[in-house]
C-alpha cells in the first residue's frame, strides 16, 4: 500500500479511462455498452409484454366467464329462472 502512495502513477487507470475520447479503442467501448444496453432492453421489454399479455388474457377470459353467467340462454322460457 505504502508504494502506490508513494508511486502514483502505477496507481492510475488504464490507457481506456484516462486516453484520448476520439480513439476506436474508446469507440469500441462505446459500441460494446450501448449494445449491451439494447440487449437488456430487448429482454425487459419481452418481459414486460408477456406480462401485459397475460394481464389481458386474464381480463378477457373473465369478462367471458362474467357474460356466460350473467346472459340467460336462448333456449329458456321468459318466465324461467336460472340456478
Known amino acids: 500500500m505504502l508504494t502506490l502512495v508513494a508511486a502514483p ?8 479511462c484516462y486516453g484520448a ?3 476506436d479503442l474508446a469507440r469500441g467501448m462505446n459500441w460494446g455498452i450501448l449494445s449491451l444496453l439494447f440487449i437488456v ?3 425487459l421489454s419481452g418481459i414486460g409484454s ?3 399479455y397475460l394481464a389481458k ?7 367471458s366467464k362474467r357474460s356466460a353467467v350473467s346472459a340467460p340462454s336462448a333456449e329458456a ?4 329462472t336460472f340456478k
Open 9 to 16: 502513477q502505477s496507481a492510475l487507470a488504464c490507457a481506456t
Open 50 to 52: 408477456f406480462f401485459v
Open 77 to 80: 322460457e321468459p318466465g324461467e
Open 41 to 43: 432492453v430487448v429482454v
Open 21 to 23: 475520447s476520439d480513439s
Open 57 to 63: 388474457r386474464s381480463a378477457a377470459v373473465e369478462a
